[in-house]
């Protein structure tokens, strides 16, 4: 056995064994390379003699590392070469895998075993080899480190972490998430292999693993560390797929590839300068508003401007913005993955096949953890966007997600005497709420889509009924107007407007904050299909603020009675940017719908009102033809 003092010229002398104990044994080890499936860095650390490293033939430098989990003081490295050894090589420590030191090179290596006593520092220790003894590449039956923490005295191991699972894939990464481990001191970090090797170094409970191979499976294990350096055993495994390339949207934003009714208006100007004004806004929306809070894969859009930070109707808005604008942001399908883990992750306690309405700061559903009718709808139109856009055989099964939401509104959310969608599922019969509804969930567009998916005929049913209905509130309770109530009241019986507050407000029979969006509502609708009551509700809409205004939007007021009486001053995109959408329905309003547009295009995004920039948003999707229907 051949034993070396490090020392400049390496030279060889016998020198006695050190006291320290072993500390690779076990622990997460990375290399260059490797040879081939089952000569991977890990065979160096097993304990075992029958096992091995082995790097790629013909190739320097390559260099195999071991991860100690926490700074150690080193005494001693012990290298058993296969015939495949190093002859100039270096024994190298670092603290952060970046910055490393020599503690012993040597260029007259002759393989065997060398038996190294030296003096360094680390976390981690590496060999790194410059020149091979042989035509080969290198290969190390163990690469013992011997030493002590640097840290302390603690020498307990953290559990190993539990239910390591895929969060989702794209055709270049993978997400991962797993639960906490626990550790008699406390756990400081996690770390992440692909393979056997290191790909991350993490202090939370989730990864993603970037730079992969489209159409490739990928195993992974992760181990946890405490502050003393200690590693935990390796979690169970898991085995994550990426997707295929080339797999881009169906749908990409500005395309066009779904023509608008004939003589649909949209603002004047070129399609390409349009489509890229839309693409800057939702640029700015997206860093306003899109975020991941919580980790665990999930995507969220916050919500200021609301009772919690994280309400399904942004959620929902999310889910349709991300789906369309596919094409013009890469990481559109990312976004809109982590949004429908959220959706998963957060069922409502009623239907878990619904979203739960509000998440408070921690993302934990709070306040009934039940459902909202209004998020509800967008989440099912957002995931039959989806599987149109990237089908549904990846992470996540679109068109079986989507279904059973659209199932799950039907049962829980539709009133089945009126056909009327509720205020959520939480509104039973007998209750005060039953008879209720929310006009801006009128989504008619929606509706079709349900019932093209499914091919269930009730959705054109319920369709119908929403359609009347809007048509006999405009015609008995805002007949110069068109304008429609928050909410009605008596769906059983006369459905009228509500007489005070109901749910939110004094106004609630009112056209306030939630009716302020059904010009949008009703004008996609319009837009897209053409129907003779959708066109004209938005018409008559259109006709009455055009001439409210005088054709000025800056006039267009917060708040109006069903008789045009403004409520309150001031103004606001949730109120101006809907009448857009109803002015495309008109072949006469080219001006007023140009006035419009600028009005949008020069309100900067308001980064404490999720509501009226995720509505602009939207409409101005919408006015450049860039909405289309599942």
């Known amino acids: ?148 923490p640097a840290g302390g005295s603690d020498t307990t191991p953290p559990s190993a972490p539990a239910d390591l699972r895929s969060t989702g894939t794209t055709s270049s990464t993978a997400s991962l998430a797993w639960s906490a481990s626990t550790d008699n001191v406390g756990v ?81 100007g070129s399609q390409a300068s349009l489509d890229a004004q839309v693409v800057d806004y939702y640029k700015r929306w997206k860093a306003a508003f899109v975020r991941q809070n919580c980790g665990n894969g999930w995507y969220q859009v916050i919500s200021p401007d609301a009772d919690h930070p994280y309400v399904a109707e942004a959620q929902g808005y999310g889910m349709v913005i991300a789906a369309t604008m596919a094409g013009a942001d890469p990481d559109a399908k990312k976004i809109f993955d982590g949004l429908v883990k959220w ?51 990846g992470t996540y099964n679109y068109k079986q997600l989507a279904i059973r939401h659209i199932n799950a509104i039907k049962k829980d959310e539709i009133n089945p005497s009126t056909n009327l969608l509720k205020l959520g599922d939480w509104s039973s019969s007998g209750g005060e709420h039953y008879y209720i509804s929310r006009t801006s969930d009128w989504m008619a567009d929606h509706f079709r889509a349900f019932r093209k998916a499914t091919g269930d005929a009730a959705w054109d049913t319920i369709r119908n009924a929403h359609q009347n209905l809007i048509t006999s509130l405009q015609s008995g309770f805002a007949s110069g107007t068109g304008l429609l109530p928050d909410f009605v009241v008596n769906t059983n019986t006369s459905p009228r407007p509500a ?27 319009a837009v897209t299909s053409s129907d003779a009551k959708s066109l004209a509700q938005a018409r008559k809409l259109n006709t009455w603020i055009k001439s409210k205004t005088g054709g000025d939007p800056n006039k267009i007021a917060i708040g109006y009675k069903l008789n045009g009486t403004q409520i309150s001053s001031g103004s606001s995109a949730a109120y101006f940017a809907p009448f857009a959408v109803a002015a495309m329905t008109d072949s006469g309003s080219q001006a007023w719908l140009d006035a419009l547009w600028n009005k949008m295009v020069g309100t900067g995004i308001d980064s404490s009102s999720y509501f009226a920039a995720s509505i602009q948003l939207q409409v101005m999707i919408t006015v450049t033809h860039n909405h289309w229907v599942p």
């Open 1 to 148: 056995m051949k034993v070396f003092l490090a020392v400049a010229l390496a030279l060889p002398m016998l020198v006695s064994a050190t006291a320290d104990p072993l500390i690779s044994r076990g622990k997460p080890a990375s290399a260059s390379s490797i040879e081939a499936s089952g000569f991977e860095a890990g065979k160096a650390v097993d304990g075992s003699t029958s096992t091995r490293w082995a790097s790629l033939e013909g190739s320097d430098p390559q260099w195999l590392r071991v991860d100690l989990g926490s700074s150690h003081t080193i005494s001693r490295v012990r290298l058993n070469w296969e015939a495949a050894y190093g002859k100039t090589y270096k024994i190298q420590t670092s603290n952060d895998a970046s910055a490393w030191s020599d503690v012993y090179s040597t260029s007259a290596g002759d393989g065997g075993v060398d038996d190294l006593t030296l003096t360094g520092t680390g976390r981690y220790v590496r060999m790194y080899g410059t020149q091979r003894g042989t035509p080969y590449g290198y290969s190390l039956w163990e690469f013992d480190v011997y030493g002590t």
């Open 188 to 268: 400081t970090g996690y770390d992440v292999y692909r393979g056997g090797t290191q790909v991350a170094s993490v202090t939370g409970t989730s990864h993603t693993d970037t730079g992969l191979t489209a159409s490739t499976s990928y195993s992974y294990t992760v181990r946890a560390r405490d502050a003393a350096g200690n590693t935990s055993g390796a979690s169970g495994s898991v085995t994550a797929t990426t997707q295929p390339s080339g797999s881009g949207p169906a749908v990409p934003f500005g395309s066009h590839s779904r023509p608008y009714a004939s003589g649909m208006l949209r603002p004047s």
């Open 343 to 393: 959706k998963i992750d957060h069922p409502s306690s009623i239907n878990p096949d619904l979203l739960a309405a509000e998440q408070n700061t921690s993302c934990v559903s709070v306040n009934g953890t039940d459902a909202a009718t209004d998020g509800d709808m967008d989440v099912a139109y957002g995931l039959l966007l989806a599987d149109q856009q990237w089908g549904s055989s």
């Open 499 to 525: 007489p005070g507050e109901v749910l939110e407000s004094a106004n609630d029979g009112q056209y306030y904050w939630n009716a302020c969006r059904t010009p949008w509502r009703i004008g996609d609708d």
